[in-house]
């Protein structure tokens, strides 16, 4: 069987230990995550969540491995739309990487399903969830409001 395979690789000005604590806190996802609110213990075998603002759950998934600052891999399931949620858990793959006074972020993301929407629809939220990331850790603004 054929994979899904979405990779995006960006460079941030910053630190791997600033970048890592962007990950991962709850506060700060909301803030370039167009509101949506990661949580987790982000210990390998912790469950994760993404939480709409107004509560509803967007993904879940499970901590695989956490290597703070180095390597976040999440199993990850859609939970919002029945089409993405019956296509199974996906993996996702944060690699940070220190490069000359920024950090290289590799994300990852695959499934073991050829020519899957849930990929497809990452592939499209990702550059923009990491653009912003990327405009605030820099600037202190985002790059793309809240839709």
Known sequence: ???????????????????????????????YWFGV??????????????????????DTGEIVEADAPRRLVIKWRNEFKPEMKAEGWSRCTMALEPADGAVKLTITHSIEREGSKFIEAVSGGWPRILSNLKSLLETGALAFAAA
């Open 1 to 31: 069987m054929n994979d899904s395979t979405f990779v995006y690789v960006t460079y941030i000005r910053t630190t791997p230990e600033e970048l890592w604590a962007a990950l991962t806190s709850p506060e700060f996802t909301k803030q």
């Open 37 to 58: 609110e990661a949580r987790s213990e982000w210990k390998p075998g912790s469950s994760w969540q993404l939480v709409f603002p107004d509560g509803r759950i967007a």
